[in-house]
């Protein structure tokens, strides 16, 4: 842990001393599926969607911390047509790690970029059929992506795996780990 700790810092510190700066307020769009299928039936995502922005440090490898206000959705069909549609509503705080591939780091060019890194999401509300009391506070995952930027605007695509479960009693339910699918386009302010 103590290695991850000063590594993290190393990386802040590189990315700082580059002295480059760029804002990225964002919309987007998520698709949200579980790990774990009812035993009759299944559950399928439904579009969900995100509000926010991060701040990227560094020019051609970066660090990225952002916040996004998310709404996740999903539904579960049984064998029987029964429908429970819900929705899981909260702050998702995604920290990346990039490096810029092709293009430069200026707001006026191209550019493609891969990323990963970790996120927290904590749990603000449910709707729909979800109840919030069966629901842990917050889970944690990781997840990996590629960025396309354009003169100053960006598209963002990113795959999530949770690293904890979603629901407080697996044992008795049908929701264990989340799979997210992350799309996010914006604005890059560089500063």
């Given at each position: 842990?103590?290695?991850?700790?000063?590594?993290?810092?190393a990386?802040?510190?590189?990315?700082?001393?580059?002295?480059q700066?760029?804002?990225?307020?964002a919309?987007?769009?998520?698709?949200?599926?579980?790990?774990?299928?009812p035993?009759?039936?299944?559950?399928k995502?439904?579009?969900?969607?995100?509000?926010?922005?991060?701040?990227?440090?560094?020019?051609?490898?970066?660090?990225?911390?952002?916040?996004?206000?998310?709404?996740?959705?999903?539904?579960?069909?049984?064998?029987?047509?029964?429908?429970?549609?819900?929705?899981?509503?909260?702050?998702?705080?995604?920290?990346?790690?990039?490096?810029?591939?092709?293009?430069?780091?200026?707001?006026?060019?191209?550019?493609?970029?891969?990323?990963?890194?970790?996120?927290?999401?904590?749990?603000?509300?449910?709707g729909?059929?979800?109840?919030?009391?069966?629901?842990?506070?917050?889970?944690?995952?990781?997840?990996?992506?590629?960025?396309?930027?354009?003169?100053?605007?960006?598209?963002?695509?990113?795959?999530?795996?949770s690293?904890?479960?979603?629901?407080?009693?697996?044992?008795?339910?049908?929701?264990?780990?989340?799979?997210?699918?992350?799309?996010?386009?914006?604005?890059?302010?560089?500063?």
């Amino acid at each position: 842990m103590e290695k991850f700790k000063a590594l993290c810092i190393a990386l802040m510190a590189y990315c700082g001393l580059q002295a480059q700066m760029t804002i990225k307020p964002a919309v987007g769009v998520n698709f949200t599926d579980f790990s774990k299928d009812p035993e009759s039936g299944e559950i399928k995502s439904r579009v969900g969607y995100q509000v926010g922005g991060s701040v990227a440090f560094g020019k051609k490898f970066y660090l990225e911390p952002g916040i996004f206000w998310t709404s996740k959705s999903t539904k579960v069909v049984s064998d029987l047509d029964d429908e429970i549609k819900g929705e899981i509503n909260g702050i998702r705080i995604p920290v990346a790690i990039g490096i810029r591939l092709l293009g430069s780091d200026s707001a006026g060019t191209g550019g493609l970029r891969i990323f990963g890194g970790g996120s927290a999401f904590f749990l603000t509300g449910t709707g729909g059929d979800f109840d919030k009391d069966e629901f842990e506070k917050a889970f944690w995952g990781v997840f990996a992506g590629v960025g396309i930027d354009f003169w100053k605007l960006f598209l963002d695509a990113s795959y999530e795996w949770s690293l904890t479960n979603v629901q407080k009693d697996v044992q008795d339910v049908d929701v264990g780990k989340s799979r997210s699918i992350f799309i996010n386009a914006g604005i890059r302010i560089t500063l």
